[in-house]
């Protein structure tokens, strides 16, 4: 009789505990539980259904033997089931996802271990599943970004070794193939890298940070080298136009000598490839890992970071323009925040905030998502999409374009109310960013995009936002996708 009444109450319990993971599976909208040791995380839009899905690095776990990729797919209202999770046997510092091999589905790149050597790691994106392809590096590699260095259209791989003390790239073929690394060897541990065009030539220059903050400018045939300073040992470097004044500047995160003085620094990128010192501020605890992305839609890029420590907590500083930024804001996460990273996922055209939550022992809610309110506040529920928010109370006010798809050039036409005041058509890419503006009136009727942003250079194929806005707020907005 006790036998029976036990099996009675483990199978009740088996029961339970499957439907309370159900319930906290698919009724979150917050917190999301995915595979341990949770590192480093991107969003894109996956399955060109126009919202951003989520894609998670995993560092190898020996008490699960797994490591590798985890996807959650939006169901276009910022809520996220997790549909796959990808083996790679590697820490997974960085995660991408970028369109490599020329078709419209982004692929996701990350590393691989495997006998003792080490790889980039393609999964190429067949609409959904994904097939590894893997490249084999001749040292270990602590850091990669991605960018078209040789400006072919192509994303290239551009890589750094702290070990080896060097940094390199692979070139894509244009098919999705990529060459033998190409290295160049410096003098001291790399600490992080990045690639963005800095002399606005179309091609992609490299910057890399250590014991040196040291920039080299791509050339068709060779690259011109910048030291611009020699400091303490910094982590983290990002590229950016940090005051609208079309030229990317530099910004870094620094460890002060030795090692109890942090800063953050803005080396500003005044032309003819001079980068000044301009903003220097001390910062209690170190900054791990941050993004740029602008939050409240001033068009001003603001940061959100993660510090070096075991905080549960993310920090936003708002762009107060010149170069100067507001307090830190922080937000409580589940539990130590490791990563970050920023995108729009609900669909109302203000980027959002993904965490994760790096520990080897199994902890639920590892995965964070907070929502921008539209104000640059965050808040733990997804907000209406902007389908659902748009002004209706209109309806003289239209908005389309053709062709879509497009390559390169479509027609964005529109009707306006009459007596709007200072009406704009602005164009998102899927992570929310505004990459351009064009200022109409009420004897217009429509305007052509050429698909190249406010710096006039070509973006990528991808799925893209437009609207129509006005000083009263938002009239309409639609999809449209460029396909190269």
């Known amino acids: 009789m006790l036998n029976k009444v036990k099996s009675q109450f483990s199978e009740r319990f088996v029961i339970l505990l499957f439907l309370m993971l159900f319930i906290f599976s698919t009724t979150f909208a917050s917190e999301y539980t995915v595979p341990r040791a949770a590192y480093s995380v991107y969003a894109e839009d996956l399955d060109l259904d126009g919202d951003n899905d989520i894609v998670v690095g995993h560092n190898y776990n020996s008490q699960t033997e797994w490591g590798g990729v985890s996807i959650l797919q939006n169901n276009g209202e910022g809520e996220f089931t997790l549909i796959d999770s990808i083996y790679l046997y590697s820490w997974q510092t960085n995660i991408y996802a970028n369109i490599i091999n020329n078709d419209e589905y982004p692929d996701i790149i990350g590393r691989h271990f495997e006998d003792d050597n080490q790889y980039i790691a393609i999964l190429e994106n067949n609409q959904g599943i994904y097939i590894p392809n893997y490249y084999t590096m001749e040292y270990g590699i602590s850091d990669f970004v991605t960018g078209d260095i040789d400006n072919d259209n192509d994303i290239d791989i551009v890589i750094a070794s702290n070990n080896g003390q060097f940094w390199g790239i692979l070139y894509n073929d244009g098919t999705g193939q990529f060459s033998l690394p190409y290295y160049t ?69 620094r460890y002060g000598a030795p090692h109890l003085l942090h800063f953050l620094q803005i080396y500003e990128n005044q032309g003819n490839n001079d980068f000044s010192l301009v903003y220097e501020e001390e910062i209690t605890v170190g900054i791990f890992k941050m993004q740029l992305t602008d939050l409240n839609n001033d068009n001003l890029l603001d940061i959100i970071y993660v510090k070096d420590a075991y905080l549960n907590q993310v920090f936003v500083r708002f762009n107060c323009s010149n170069c100067s930024f507001s307090e830190e804001i922080s937000y409580l996460t589940n539990d130590y925040c490791h990563n970050c990273f920023s995108a729009d996922l609900d669909g109302n055209f203000w980027n959002d905030i993904i965490t994760t939550h790096y520990s080897h022992n199994f902890l639920s809610g590892n995965l964070h998502v907070l929502f921008n309110d539209g104000s640059g506040n965050f808040v733990e529920e997804p907000q209406v999409g902007i389908d659902e928010e748009c002004i209706k109370n209109n309806e003289k006010c239209k908005i389309s374009n053709y062709p879509n798809p497009f390559n390169p050039l479509t027609t964005i036409s529109y009707d306006l109310p009459v007596n709007v005041e200072n009406p704009v058509v602005e164009i998102f890419n899927i992570k929310g960013e505004r990459i351009k503006q064009f200022s109409i009136d009420n004897c217009q009727f429509s305007i052509k995009w050429d698909g190249t942003d406010q710096h006039s250079k070509q973006v990528s194929s991808g799925v893209y936002l437009y609207r129509l806005k006005t000083d009263e707020g938002v009239l309409m907005s639609k999809k449209m996708l460029l396909f190269k």
Do not use: W
Request: charged fraction near 30%.
């Open 185 to 253: 060897f410096v003098d001291y541990y790399p600490g992080g890298i990045a690639c963005e065009d800095l002399n606005n030539d179309g091609r992609d220059d490299i910057v890399v940070c250590g014991l040196k903050l040291e920039v080299y400018l791509s050339y068709h045939d060779s690259f011109q080298y910048i030291l611009v300073d020699e400091t303490d040992f910094q982590n983290e470097i990002k590229i950016e136009d940090i005051n609208n004044d079309g030229n990317k500047d530099l910004i870094v995160s």
